[in-house]
């Protein structure tokens, strides 16, 4: 896909996302392991759920203006498993700093969710997770994951089609999220984890990311094979202690 064939807004985050540049001293990390944190849930009993602190986006109205660090521990406290941070200043109301804070409040694997294009860009802040989506990195995925790996980060790998899964695997990720949203034209379809994910081969930690909203919703994904959730706007529309519980509980 070509930039041209984006919607208006992802271009807009990924020309932001160029311009930025890396943070500086090489980062090194001694990371909370996700896969535990995903595991230690399940065997509680509860639905792992990566719960992110978003205080906007492109595709929701308003923000919230919540202490990030209020809204994070009460994600932990309602059962999420892991956090997701934004970093992403421009269009998302995030810094590394805010992550650097609710890493520091908290005592589960936290993810960097930014839009990662540079090497130099990893070393904006530690983190225990970071994100790089296939679809903008391309063929600097293998060199990317390796590098971050160096630095010590676990990292989640992003894919939104059979292509991009290949691409994945190929690379050597074990962590792999299917998003349901089509960044080309910003719509969610949950069957696209449904049939996308067909392509992760067993031992590799899967998320389905994007549009899961209901009790209902957490049920399709988990029956189609999804090891863990990434949950943004239906845990911040709200009491987001209360919205973790619910998407955290066993139907």
Avoid: Y
Avoid at 187 to 208: M, Q
């Amino acid at each position: 896909m070509t930039t041209s064939e984006l919607a208006p807004a992802v271009q807009s985050i990924l020309e932001a996302a160029r311009e930025r540049g890396g943070g500086g001293e090489r980062v090194s990390v001694t990371p909370r392991s996700l896969p535990e944190a995903l595991a230690a849930a399940e065997a509680d009993g509860r639905v792992p759920v990566i719960a992110e602190v978003k205080p906007t986006s492109p595709t929701t109205e308003g923000e919230r203006t919540d202490d990030p660090v209020s809204l994070a521990t009460e994600m932990v406290a309602g059962g999420a498993a892991a956090l997701s941070v934004l970093t992403e200043p421009d269009h998302f109301g995030g810094s590394p700093e805010t992550l650097e804070r609710v890493r520091a409040a908290v005592d589960v694997p936290v993810l960097r969710k930014d839009f990662i294009l540079h090497e130099s860009q990893l070393d904006a802040v530690e983190s225990d997770v970071v994100l790089l989506i296939v679809r903008f990195v391309g063929e600097d995925l293998p060199d990317l994951l390796e590098a971050a790996r160096d630095r010590g980060f676990q990292v989640l790998v992003e894919a939104h089609t059979d292509e991009e899964v290949e691409a994945a695997v190929a690379a050597g990720a074990d962590i792999i999220g299917i998003n349901n949203r089509d960044l080309g034209k910003l719509e969610v379809d949950l069957a696209t984890f449904e049939r996308v994910s067909a392509g992760v081969p067993e031992g590799v930690t899967l998320i389905a990311e994007s549009g899961i909203e209901t009790g209902d919703d957490v049920s399709r994904m988990r029956d189609a094979g999804a090891d863990a959730l990434l949950v943004g706007s239906a845990i911040m529309a709200g009491d987001v202690r209360e919205n973790t519980t619910r998407l955290t509980t066993p139907k």
